[in-house]
C-alpha cells in the first residue's frame, strides 16, 4: 500500500468510534484550487453529508493568522472520505480513494488477526497432556505401514508431518500458527499454548483424521482424502482424485 500524507485514525464521530481523516488532509492532497471551508461546505451540501454522522467539526489549534474567528476543521469518516476522493474526478481523488478502502482492509485484518490470538492462544503455555492419543497413531500406523509400539518408543517422522500438516494448518490460520512455533521452546508441545477454544478444534481435527486415516488403504490415498477434505486458511485448495479403497 501506497502511503498518502493523510492521517487514518480512530475517532469519535456521531457517539461512535469510527475510521477518520482530517479533510483538510484531504484537501490539500486532492491539490482541487478552491479555498478549504468553501470546499468542503459546498460538498456537504451537495452530496448531504450529515454532522455528528459522517463528520464533526472542530476549531482548529492553529490560530487564525487574519484573526476573527477561528479556522474550522473536520474529522470525517473514511467512508465520507472515500466519496469524497471519488467525487473529485482525478487521478489524486482515484489514489485517495484507494488508499482509503486498503486502510479499512489492514487494519480488518489486523483486527481478525488481533481477535484470533484472543480466543486460540495463551499468555502463557500450560502443563502438558496427551493430546494425541494411541487410536489417532494406530490408524496413522495401520493406513502408512509404519510401526507404532506406544509414543514412549517415539512416532516415525511421516506421523509428525501428517500432524502439522492436516491437523495444525487446517485449523490454525497461518499466522497464528506461526506464531504458536515461535512461542514454543524446549520439549513444549504446540498445542501447550492453546486455549480450550483452540483444543477443541485441534481435538476435533484429530478425530477427522483419525476416521480418514482408518478408511485409507495407502498413504497416497489418505493424502488425497485430505486435500478433498480439508481446506488449509490462507492457501489455495488442492484437489487431488481420490484412489478407490477397494
Not at 467512508?79 to 481523488?93: F, N, Y
Not at 489514489?95 to 484472543?118: G, P
Not at 502439522?164 to 506461526?178: F, K, N, S
Amino acid at each position: 500500500m501506497t502511503a498518502l500524507p493523510i492521517a487514518v485514525a480512530v475517532r469519535h464521530i456521531g457517539g461512535d468510534n469510527v475510521l477518520a481523516i482530517n479533510a483538510r488532509e484531504l484537501h490539500a492532497y486532492l491539490d482541487s484550487g478552491q479555498e478549504f471551508s468553501a470546499w468542503i461546505r459546498a460538498r456537504i451540501q451537495q452530496y448531504g453529508f450529515a454532522e455528528r454522522v459522517d463528520f464533526e467539526v472542530f476549531d482548529r489549534s492553529i490560530k487564525n493568522p487574519k484573526g476573527g474567528r477561528p479556522s474550522r476543521d473536520y474529522m470525517v469518516s473514511l467512508d465520507m472520505a472515500k466519496e469524497l476522493a471519488m467525487v473529485e474526478k482525478t487521478v489524486q481523488g482515484r489514489v485517495a480513494r484507494r488508499y482509503f478502502i486498503d486502510c479499512e482492509k489492514e487494519l480488518r485484518d489486523r483486527m481478525v488477526k488481533e481477535t484470533a490470538m484472543t480466543l486460540l492462544l495463551l499468555e502463557a503455555p500450560r502443563e502438558w497432556k496427551l493430546r494425541f492419543e494411541p487410536p489417532f497413531y494406530k490408524a496413522l500406523s495401520r493406513m502408512s505401514g509404519l510401526s507404532y509400539e506406544g509414543h514412549s518408543c517415539g512416532t516415525p517422522p511421516l506421523f509428525g508431518k501428517i500432524t502439522d500438516e492436516w491437523v495444525y494448518q487446517v485449523v490454525m490460520p497461518p499466522e497464528i500458527l506461526e506464531e504458536m512455533r515461535e512461542r514454543r521452546t524446549g520439549s513444549q508441545k504446540l498445542h501447550q499454548w492453546l486455549t480450550e477454544g483452540g483444543l477443541q478444534k485441534v481435538e476435533a481435527q484429530i478425530v477427522a483424521v483419525t476416521a480418514l486415516a482408518n478408511s485409507s488403504p495407502n498413504y497416497q490415498d489418505f493424502a488425497a482424502r485430505c486435500s478433498q477434505s480439508f481446506e488449509k486458511p490462507g492457501q489455495i485448495r488442492l484437489v487431488y482424485p481420490l484412489q478407490s479403497a477397494a
